[in-house]
């Protein structure tokens, strides 16, 4: 099987376990989750016999691979590569097979296929480096001195055993058989123990080199031998005194030349090679090791099927009867597919009793139960039964009929009665004392209810004046559906007082008083001097709770257009006056803050800790026409100021934890 073929089968088996999950969803009667657990082992049955089916080319294929470079080589025709890596000591004198065999046991041999690749990816760094250089350098040592072109080295079968051997006979003899990383024997005789080393010790090296080679041995020197055609991936230093033959990366002195090189390939084809070898046999146990985890989820799905089946199987329902309004019927609790045992009829006063029933439908007892179920009485009425009477003492309050019901039957409330001064608590069995009635229980005689009260203290209500600008008036206190007694007029310089007002009708003081009243005064303005006056217009900002006041009608155009709200013309200011009021900003709060004053002490003072003066903003009547009353507000932040002609929206403030500050300016009156 492929590997997408393996892919789609654990996705299958993924979605079937997925569809187990939550068998009390069958409710069509059907067999539920139990058709799944066939289909479940199927599909189980299945994936286990594409698993075997893989086994013995999965067991050969890893028996292959546990073989490493050795079965590699045999495959290849490189047989005395092979027979260095069997070696007991009777061809090289050394047990080579013996050091392999512990370094396997440890899991870190060098035989492994995957360590001689990358000992290929430490010759092919070594090519780079050689590419690199171009010419070797000119050492006195070197055959022929150096100066010569260096070409890429080359790999043979022969020398890549003798570097997987040497590697693990070095950690071996070492008195170790851990390797500290994959890829350390196979650099030793390039750059020291460690893969990441070798650029740094190629470079480092050559930066130091001084022209001289060290007693025929150094890492930069090795690489960088013109004379050296071939390598391995692993060995210890070079001996450079071989002026006669080609260089190998090997500790070629142990051994006489008895055994042949095998191959001889470049990196890259050798590399290919060796992939080629490796490729199927991977795949062979990556299909098994795919197929037998398709096989372990196909498992967990049916063991999953298996047991949604039983719980479903297994699962008990409550059966209710509902009387409606008959004597008690027990619940039952039946299993999945039993049926509900038909109980003793029950009985109630007045009615006859015509079965239980499903909703609209009676109910058959020989139905088998599948999920929780409430089976409802129907009655109906008996004929025979007797009439009664209900009657109502309502104790001084509004009368209400009396009421004829069938013996069993139970009364619907009547409409709750009312009585001034005094709250209905309900129907009583007797005129004091007694139990409350409860209106669901049938009726088995005649009766008499009772209402009882409850007497509450009559309601008051505020009615205030607001005098718009002239003398104060009390606001009084009035008990609910009494009358607001006139108060005298008020004054106001300048004006004549003519009248008071609810919104725009003129109030009647003969209208009872059923809610909180505001009332306002009403004025004509007498002749008076013309006097040139500017429009203050008030803007809120939602945001931050400020109110601003400005005459300029493009700053407050501009500020609407910003999202502040206008609320129209506060006051008038006079166009001039001997009392200005000045402007201040406060930017180190969030939204900025407002401040106006007539005091040039305080005025100096906010500007001392930092406040913006933002000259005259206008000017107070010298007349002391209309007041602006000041508020402040030491809960927030911004907007803690308020200004404002209205009394009424003054006492407001105070009332809600604002503190009065006095009179701020006056503006010019009607």
């Excluded at 150096?146 to 071996?172: C, F, I, S, W």
């Excluded at 071989?242 to 090997?250: E, F, N």
């Excluded at 009035?478 to 006139?486: I, T």
């Excluded at 402007?583 to 040039?600: E, F, I, K, P, Q």
Aim: proline share 4%; charged share 25%.
């Amino acid at each position: 099987m492929t590997r997408g073929k393996w892919a789609a089968a654990l996705a299958a088996v993924a979605t079937l376990a997925a569809g187990m999950v939550a068998p009390a969803a069958q409710a069509d009667g059907s067999d539920g989750p139990n058709a799944a657990v066939a289909e479940a082992k199927a599909a189980y049955d299945r994936a286990v016999s594409d698993r075997d089916a893989l086994k013995p080319a999965r067991d050969k294929a890893q028996a292959t691979l546990d073989e490493g470079t050795i079965g590699y080589f045999r495959a290849r025709g490189a047989d005395d590569a092979a027979r260095i890596l069997t070696d007991d000591g009777s061809l090289t004198g050394h047990d080579y097979a013996g050091d392999i065999r512990k370094m396997k046991a440890e899991g870190g041999s060098d035989t492994r296929l995957d360590s001689m690749l990358r000992g290929l990816k430490a010759i092919r760094q070594m090519n780079k480096f050689r590419a690199e250089e171009g010419t070797s350098p000119k050492v006195s040592d070197y055959p022929d001195r150096g100066g010569k072109q260096l070409k890429p080295l080359l790999v043979t079968d022969g020398l890549m055993a003798v570097a997987e051997a040497h590697g693990d006979r070095n950690y071996v003899d070492s008195g170790s058989t851990t390797h500290y990383g994959d890829f350390s024997n196979e650099a030793e005789n390039i750059c020291g123990d460690w893969e990441d080393g070798m650029a740094a010790c190629y470079y480092g090296e050559k930066e130091q080199f001084n022209g001289v080679d060290s007693n025929g041995a150094g890492h930069y020197l090795n690489i960088v031998n013109d004379e050296l055609q071939y390598a391995g991936s692993g060995d210890l230093v070079q001996d450079f005194s071989m002026a006669s033959d080609p260089l190998y990366v090997t500790q070629r002195q142990y051994w006489d030349n008895t055994f042949s090189q095998g191959r001889v390939m470049s990196v890259d084809d050798y590399e290919a090679d060796v992939n080629a070898y490796k490729a199927p046999l991977d795949k062979a146990v990556s299909d098994y090791d795919n197929a037998a985890k398709a096989a372990d989820n196909a498992k967990t799905a049916y063991d999953r099927a298996k047991a949604a089946a039983d719980a479903w199987n297994n699962a008990m329902f409550t059966v209710s009867f509902d009387t409606g309004g008959g004597s008690d019927v027990k619940a039952q609790t039946v299993r999945r597919g039993g049926t509900v045992s038909k109980p003793t009829d029950p009985t109630r006063a007045g009615y006859l009793f015509g079965g239980w029933y499903q909703g609209d439908t009676k109910y058959d007892f020989s139905t088998p139960v599948s999920a929780d179920l409430t089976l409802s009485a129907h009655w109906r009425a008996d004929p025979s039964a007797k009439i009664f009477t209900v009657s109502f003492d309502p104790g001084n309050g509004q009368m209400v009929s009396e009421r004829s019901v069938r013996a069993g039957q139970a009364i619907s409330e009547p409409k709750a009665p009312t009585r001034s001064g005094y709250v209905f608590d309900g129907w009583y069995t007797t005129k004091s004392g007694g139990s409350k009635y409860d209106f669901s229980t049938p009726v088995t005689a005649d009766l008499n209810l009772y209402a009882h009260w409850t007497a509450v203290a009559p309601k008051t209500f505020t009615v205030s004046f607001d005098t718009a600008g002239g003398s104060k008036v009390a606001s009084q206190k009035v008990r609910e559906g009494a009358r607001v007694s006139e108060p005298a007029d008020p004054t106001r310089s300048g004006h004549s007082f003519d009248g008071w007002y609810k919104g725009d009708a003129k109030y009647d003081f003969s209208t009872p008083v059923t809610a909180d009243l505001t009332l306002t005064a009403r004025w004509r303005a007498q002749s008076a001097p013309v006097v040139r006056t500017a429009a203050m217009h008030r803007l809120y900002n939602p945001y931050t709770g400020e109110h601003f006041y400005t005459a300029d009608t493009t700053e407050r155009d501009h500020l609407t257009g910003l999202g502040w709200r206008y609320e129209g013309v506060g006051w008038k200011a006079p166009a001039k006056s001997s009392t200005p009021v000045y402007r201040l900003y406060n930017g180190h709060v969030r939204g900025g803050d407002h401040h106006y004053t007539t005091s040039a002490s305080e005025r100096d003072h906010l500007v001392s800790v930092g406040w913006t003066y933002e000259g005259v903003g206008w000017y107070s009547d010298d007349a002391r026409g209309v007041p602006l009353y000041r508020q402040y507000n030491p809960y927030a932040r911004t907007g803690t100021h308020n200004y404002t002609a209205s009394e009424s929206e003054n006492g407001h403030l105070l009332a809600v934890g604002w503190r009065g500050e006095g009179i701020g300016w006056y503006g010019v009156g009607d």
